[in-house]
């Protein structure tokens, strides 16, 4: 591994379902899935740097962890983990966000209003001893010991290796804006670039309001979700994956174009809404209920990653759905 300079990262690939005991090597244990950024820390005689998966350094904008692996971890001492914010209980990426796009001055400041944490869940290079190679336990066990002594804000990251534990987890974590599990494989090397790692979503049912749809009213391709907050304003809230074409073929049977100048949203949402930028929208008559399901990842009171439609509520109508504070 290199001294200096980006750090390459094991990733993992999505799946429904929490995987069972037998499906790794050496046998499956589970992590948490944090709500925030992964970013491997690395300390040198020159002092510590942070990085993202994407090889950007993050160095400036947590000066809060940079001086906390300085003054706790030695030179040589590589950790992969996610950089979070604990804001009233629960992760708050709201946090993470403003320092990203702030200058280091700035984000000095953010870090003493809303300190950061760093939650260590590898441990890749110890010293001049490359660790990579070696089995997720002996990996875990090395980790465990130099966290040993560690004060805030470093963390160790919690794991269980009991499948009904894990599927506790996914539920009861949810509340503090944990978003699922990452299952690896105890017997497994630390493999850079490789999605060996599984990782599940918890996702938790929930009904909102259909704003507007990507594609023509008659044949709905996606949701636009909104929600009222307690002012009164129609917000988006989230967008669905594609539906398919039963979804579609019912959806638009209950659909009714908006008319024009009486919509609350512009007929093109840019990428602040969504991810990979603008794109078209149809409004449509905001009194259509679905039933979604939806991950623990908001951002600014929207759902970060799509929503998934389980079903229609002709049994409710918008005033029905809870209104959130905007």
């Known amino acids: 591994m290199s001294a200096r300079g980006p750090i390459e990262v094991q990733l993992a ?20 899935k944090y709500d925030g950024y992964r970013a491997p820390l690395r300390v040198t005689s020159q002092g510590a740097e942070l990085w993202s998966r994407n090889g950007s350094n993050l160095s400036s904008h ?34 993470l966000q403003r320092r990203m796009v702030s200058r280091p001055a ?10 950061a944490s760093y939650v260590a869940f590898d441990l890749l290079t110890l010293g001049e001893q490359d660790l990579r190679p070696h089995p997720w336990r002996d990996r875990r066990a090395a980790l465990e010991d130099l966290a040993s002594t560690w004060r805030p804000p470093l963390q160790l990251s919690p794991y269980t290796d009991d ?5 506790e987890w996914l539920v009861d974590y949810r509340v503090a804006g944990v978003e699922g599990l990452v299952a690896k494989g105890a017997g497994s090397p630390y493999r850079p670039g490789s999605r060996d790692w599984i990782k599940v979503r918890s996702r938790e049912n929930l009904d909102v309001i259909v704003g507007a749809v990507i594609g023509p009213a008659s044949r709905p ?13 129609l917000v988006i809230v989230g967008r669905t994956t594609a539906l398919s074409t039963r979804q579609a073929k019912q959806l638009a049977t209950v659909l009714t174009p908006a008319a024009t100048g009486e919509h609350p949203w512009p ?42 439609l389980l079903r229609l509520r002709p049994d409710l109508a918008a005033d029905d759905i809870d209104t959130f504070a905007g």
Do not use: M
């Open 267 to 308: 007929p093109r949402i840019g990428s602040g809404h969504f991810d990979g930028g603008s794109l078209d929208i149809t409004r449509v008559q905001p009194d259509v209920v679905v039933e979604v399901a939806a991950d623990s990842a908001l951002q600014a009171g929207r759902h970060r990653h799509p929503l998934r």
């Open 163 to 167: 499948y009904d534990t894990a599927l």
């Open 62 to 95: 947590f000066p809060d962890l940079v001086a906390a692996a300085e003054a706790q971890l030695a030179a040589g001492v590589v950790l992969d983990g996610e950089a979070v914010v604990w804001l009233d209980g629960r992760l708050n990426f709201d946090q």
């Open 13 to 32: 690939k999505a799946q429904d379902s929490v995987p069972p005991k037998s499906a790794l090597v050496g046998g499956t244990i589970w992590e948490l």
């Open 106 to 115: 700035v984000a000095a400041k953010l870090a003493q209003e809303h300190p």
């Open 221 to 233: 391709e996606a949701v636009v979700a909104g929600r009222y907050t307690d002012t009164g304003e």
